[in-house]
């Protein structure tokens, strides 16, 4: 007998009548925290729609900023400079890291490579 394993994610995507059930057993992934650095928390977010560019979110105390995977531009945000600076340098620091999440949360959506 030989087992088959699928990701859950996959046998919703397949089966479009169950789409229902997705948020049910996906909301422990509502935010996938990826990692921190001088008190910036970084962040890919699984559940974000209509988003064109692969990006990550950094935060730092009250402010945020999203940066793009593809060209490390800032997209949007309030991050002070010396921490926009931070948050960049980590995004290129760990892309590997960052595009292989984002394709993860976002394989039907977005795929980046």
């Given at each position: 007998m030989k087992i088959i394993?699928?990701?859950?994610t996959d046998i919703i995507m397949d089966?479009?009548?169950f789409n229902f059930?997705?948020?049910v057993f996906d909301?422990?992934?509502?935010r996938g925290n990826v990692g921190e650095r001088d008190g910036i928390i970084f962040e890919i977010r699984p559940k974000?729609?209509?988003h064109n560019v692969p990006h990550v979110?950094?935060?730092?105390?009250?402010?945020n900023i999203s940066i793009s995977l593809l060209d490390y531009s800032v997209l949007a945000g309030n991050l002070s400079k010396k921490q926009q600076k931070i948050a960049i340098q980590w995004t290129k620091d760990n892309i590997d890291k960052l595009k292989s999440k984002w394709n993860e949360y976002h394989q039907y959506r977005i795929p980046v490579f």
């Open positions: 394993e699928h990701k859950f089966f479009g009548c059930f997705y948020p909301l422990y992934e509502q974000e729609s209509c979110h950094a935060k730092y105390q009250d402010k």
